[in-house]
């Protein structure tokens, strides 16, 4: 079975074959996975800011045209 998934197909009958395989372990319970396992760890570094400063105070002039 296992030289049937690396072949490129000159195995005659091997879709049967596999069919028959996926049915056999279906029934003894040895079955594919349904259900998506989704595990990530993340790994991020903690950015340590400077303090705000208090914003200067500006000084505006109207432009007239």
């Given at each position: 079975?296992v030289d049937m998934?690396?072949e490129?197909?000159?195995?005659?009958?091997?879709?049967i074959?596999?069919?028959?395989?996926?049915q056999?372990l279906?029934?003894?319970?040895i079955?594919?996975k349904?259900?998506?396992?989704?595990?990530?760890?993340?790994?991020?570094?903690?950015f340590?800011?400077p303090?705000?400063?208090?914003p200067?105070e500006s000084?505006?002039?109207?432009v007239e045209d």
């Amino acid at each position: 079975m296992v030289d049937m998934l690396d072949e490129d197909g000159t195995t005659p009958h091997a879709s049967i074959r596999m069919e028959a395989a996926k049915q056999i372990l279906d029934r003894i319970g040895i079955v594919k996975k349904e259900q998506m396992d989704i595990n990530m760890k993340a790994m991020h570094g903690l950015f340590i800011l400077p303090p705000k400063e208090e914003p200067k105070e500006s000084i505006v002039t109207p432009v007239e045209d």
